[in-house]
C-alpha cells in the first residue's frame, strides 16, 4: 500500500524550513528540506505527498512555489509524479543517459556491495551533524570518541570487552595494517601469512620491504602446527590472519583453533594482526568471539572496516589494541596522515545505529547468491568444484587444471575480468583456483559463468597450462 502523508504531518517534519533573511528563493529552501527529509528517512520512500494546493495552503504559500519546489525535486530525482496520481517520495536513480548503455565488461575480480539507501542516509545524518565539529581543528589522530565508543561497544557485545583507549579510527583496515608494519616491522623482517590469503596484504608488507612467510591452510581449517613451526623456524615480527570468513577462501576459525593461536601468540611473544573486515558478513551462524578475546598476553590486535560490510568507498577502519600500543601508533602516524575525515566517522556512527537491520538484509542476499552462483556452477561447470562457504563476499572455486592465468587473459579478450588464484599466493601458487565475487546478481554471475564455460572448455582440451615456478 502506497503510505499518504497529510499535509498538517508534513508541516510538523518541515519545521522552521525557512531562514529569515536568506537571499535564497523560498522555493529552494523548501525543496532543500524536503531532500534532507527523504535522504535522512524522516519521509519514507514512495510516500504520496500532499498536492500543491494542499500544502500551499498549509505552509501559507502561494501554489507556484510549493509547483517549483516539487519540480526542482523531480528534476534531481527525490519525486516521481504521475498525473492523477500525486507525486511519491523516492531516491535519485541514474540518468537514462547513464543507464542507456551499460558497459558490457563484467568486472569479477573485486568482491564488494555497491552502496544502499542506508549509505545516503547516513551521510545526509552526518552533514546534519558536521556543523557542530566546525569550531575544532578538525582532524584528530585517534578518531572521534563517538565512534570509537560504538565500535567497542560492538565488540564488547561479540565477547571481547573494550575500552575506549584500545580503539583508533583509520582510513581503512589496509591503512591500519600498513601503520602496524611500519610500528612493528623494518626493512627484511619476515611476516608469516595464511597462504593464499588477501592479496593487497602480500603487498603492504613487500611495501614494507619485508618478506612474506606462507603457512599453507589445508583442505579444512587452519594448520596451527605448521603456524607454530613457522614461528618457530623464521621469528617473524608479525603474523598476518584472515580468521572470519577468510579472503579468497570464505571459511571460519573455530573457537578451538581461536584459543590455539592466541596461546601461541602468548607463548611465542609474537603479534599477531587478525583482519576482521569479513566478520559482520555471515551467513548460517555468527563466528565465535574475536581471536583477541581467547587470551594472548595483548599480543593480538584486531582490524576492522566498514568497507566489505556496508560499502568499499566509506573508507573507514579501525585498530583495536593495548591501550599503550594505540598510543605507539599515534606517534608513528603522524608521518602519514592526520587522520579520518570527520564526515565519514560520523556516517560510520550512524550507520552502526541501524547495523543489525541493515547487515541482517545484506547476509541473506549473500546467502541467496552465493546458493545461485553454486547452483548455476553445477550445471553450467559440472568438473569445478564452489566452496559453500559460510560467510564473505567471494567463492573460492577449484578447477581440474592449473590454467587460472591463461583463463584469465583470454576472459580480458571477451570483457570479462576475473581473479585467478596465484593473485592471491606467492610465486604462481594456486593456478587450479578462481575467486568469483558473490556481490552481482544471480543473472549476472550466471551469465559470466556462461562467457567463461568455452574458453575454459578449449583451455582444458589443449592441456595449456603455465610453467609455474616453485616454492
Request: charged share 20%; hydrophobic share 45%.
Amino acid at each position: 500500500m502506497t503510505r499518504h502523508i497529510v499535509a498538517a504531518s508534513l508541516a510538523r517534519h518541515l519545521g522552521h524550513w525557512q531562514t529569515d533573511g536568506s537571499r535564497e528563493p523560498a522555493y529552494r529552501q523548501l525543496a532543500a528540506c524536503l531532500r534532507q527529509l527523504i535522504l535522512d528517512g524522516r519521509l519514507a520512500l514512495a510516500a504520496r505527498l500532499p498536492g500543491e494546493r494542499e500544502l500551499a495552503k498549509t505552509l501559507g504559500l502561494s501554489r507556484g512555489t510549493v509547483a517549483a519546489a516539487f519540480a526542482a525535486l523531480r528534476d534531481d530525482g527525490f519525486l516521481v509524479s504521475q498525473h492523477g496520481s500525486g507525486s511519491t517520495t523516492a531516491l535519485p536513480a541514474r540518468r537514462a543517459s547513464q543507464a542507456a548503455a551499460p558497459p558490457t565488461t563484467l568486472d569479477f575480480s573485486i568482491a564488494a556491495s555497491p552502496a544502499g539507501p542506508e549509505i545516503h542516509q547516513a551521510y545526509s545524518a552526518a552533514m546534519a551533524a558536521l556543523p557542530a565539529y566546525f569550531g575544532t581543528k578538525g582532524y584528530d589522530g585517534i578518531g572521534l570518541a563517538p565512534l570509537r565508543e560504538a565500535i567497542a561497544a560492538r565488540y564488547g557485545a561479540r565477547g571481547l570487552p573494550t575500552a575506549v583507549d584500545e580503539m583508533m579510527i583509520v582510513n581503512g583496515a589496509l591503512a591500519g595494517f600498513a601503520l602496524l608494519l611500519r610500528h612493528l616491522t623494518g626493512p627484511g623482517d619476515r611476516v608469516v601469512i595464511d597462504h593464499p590469503t588477501y592479496p593487497l596484504a602480500i603487498a603492504a608488507i613487500r611495501g614494507a620491504a619485508c618478506r612474506p612467510i606462507p603457512v599453507a591452510l589445508p583442505e579444512q581449517g587452519w594448520d596451527v602446527e605448521g603456524l607454530a613451526a613457522a614461528i618457530a623456524q623464521t621469528s617473524p615480527r608479525v603474523v598476518y590472519l584472515v580468521a572470519d570468513f577468510h579472503n579468497p577462501t570464505g571459511r571460519c576459525m573455530d573457537a578451538a583453533t581461536r584459543r590455539a593461536v592466541a596461546a601461541l601468540a602468548a607463548q611465542t611473544r609474537t603479534t599477531i594482526v587478525v583482519d576482521e573486515t569479513m566478520a559482520e558478513l555471515w551467513y548460517e551462524g555468527a563466528p565465535p568471539p574475536p581471536l583477541a578475546a581467547y587470551g594472548g598476553d595483548g599480543r593480538v590486535i584486531t582490524l576492522g572496516s566498514t568497507a566489505k560490510s556496508f560499502w568499499g568507498g566509506l573508507r573507514v577502519g579501525w585498530i583495536r589494541a593495548p591501550a599503550a600500543t594505540i598510543s605507539a601508533l599515534l606517534r608513528v602516524r603522524d608521518a602519514l596522515d592526520l587522520g579520518t575525515p570527520l564526515l565519514e566517522q560520523l556516517a560510520v556512527v550512524r550507520l552502526l545505529e541501524d547495523a543489525d537491520t541493515t547487515l541482517a538484509a545484506r547476509r541473506l542476499a549473500l546467502r541467496q547468491r552465493r546458493d545461485a552462483l553454486i547452483a548455476a556452477g553445477a550445471e553450467i561447470m559440472p568438473d569445478w568444484r564452489f566452496t559453500s562457504a559460510p560467510g564473505g563476499l567471494a567463492c573460492w572455486i577449484e578447477m581440474p587444471s592449473p590454467v587460472a592465468t591463461p583463463l584469465a587473459a583470454a576472459a580480458e579478450a571477451i570483457d570479462l575480468r576475473i581473479g585467478p588464484g596465484p593473485r592471491f599466493g606467492l610465486e604462481g601458487a594456486f593456478e587450479r583456483n578462481l575467486r568469483l565475487p558473490l556481490t552481482p546478481e544471480p543473472e549476472v554471475a550466471r551469465r559470466a559463468l556462461e562467457r567463461l564455460a568455452p574458453l575454459w572448455q578449449r583451455l582444458a582440451g589443449s592441456g595449456a597450462a603455465p610453467r609455474v615456478r616453485p616454492l
